[in-house]
Nanobody, 120 residues
C-alpha cells in the first residue's frame, strides 16, 4: 500500500508564509511526477505546482513567483513553500504522486489534504 501524508497547513496572515510537506510511504519502487493541488469551497480542484522526477517544475499562473515546489528523492517527500500568501490562496491543499509499486505497476495517489487559511 502507498500512503501520502501532508503536513504544514494552518492559519496565516496575508503576506505570510507556510511550507507544506508530503511524505510518500509504503511499497515504493520509484516515484515519478509529484504535485500540489488545491480546492476552495465551491470551486474545482486545480493544479498549483508540479515537479517531475528530474526536477522540472511548473506552476499555475496565480502562484508564479510566490510559491516554490521542491522534492527530496531520498526522503520520498515533496514540499511547497508558499510566500506572500493572499486570502484567495485559502483552500484545502492536496498532494499527488505518480508511484511505481513495481517495475510494471504504477498508480496515481492522493494525500488526505491539509487546510490553508489566509486571513487577518
Amino acid at each position: 500500500q502507498v500512503q501520502l501524508v501532508e503536513s504544514g497547513g494552518g492559519l496565516v496572515q496575508p503576506g505570510g508564509s507556510l511550507r507544506l510537506s508530503c511524505a510518500v510511504s509504503g511499497s515504493i519502487f520509484s516515484i515519478g511526477a509529484m504535485g500540489w493541488y488545491r480546492q476552495a469551497p465551491g470551486k474545482q480542484r486545480e493544479l498549483v505546482a508540479g515537479i517531475t522526477s528530474g526536477g522540472v517544475t511548473n506552476y499555475a499562473d496565480s502562484v508564479k513567483g510566490r510559491f516554490t515546489i521542491s522534492r527530496d528523492n531520498a526522503k520520498n517527500t515533496v514540499y511547497l513553500l508558499m510566500n506572500s500568501l493572499k486570502p484567495e490562496d485559502t483552500a484545502e491543499y492536496y498532494c499527488n504522486a505518480d508511484v511505481w509499486v513495481s517495475k510494471w505497476s504504477e498508480g496515481d495517489y492522493w494525500g488526505q489534504g491539509t487546510q490553508v487559511t489566509v486571513s487577518s
